[in-house]
């Protein structure tokens, strides 16, 4: 995933974050920074959640899932780790991240 797929900021409205970005890419989960620094990622899961005619009044912020160790994984860590991770908790997809930042994701159908 790209630098240019990174929400940089919590401040774009629903409705940009679904025009700029999930309509536009389709991907199914999109990391969300701040400064730089990765602070956790939203889904079109959250999205679906959301009654459409509330996007205008929501921003990324309102529906953001921190980073945990549930959906982010250092970048050194291998396969198998990562794996383990996903089925544990669930999840599809993991944030791979060094020094607070984000490093790539990796989705369980890449693997």
Not at 9 to 36: C, N, R, T
Not at 47 to 76: F, L, Q, Y
Request: hydrophobic share 40%; proline share 3%; net charge neutral.
């Amino acid at each position: 995933m790209g630098s240019n797929l990174l929400v940089t900021h919590l401040v774009p409205l629903y409705l940009q974050l679904a025009d700029d970005y999930i309509y536009k890419h389709h991907h199914k989960m999109f990391p969300v920074a701040e400064s730089g620094k990765l602070i956790g990622c939203v889904s079109t899961r959250q999205m679906k959640g959301i009654p459409r005619e509330e996007w205008a009044r929501r921003t990324v912020g309102d529906i953001v899932v921190h980073c945990s160790e549930e959906n982010t994984i250092g970048k050194e860590e291998d396969a198998v780790r990562a794996l383990s991770m996903m089925n544990q908790t669930g999840q599809s997809r993991l944030m791979a991240t060094e020094n607070g930042r984000l490093a790539g994701i990796i989705a369980l159908k890449d693997m």
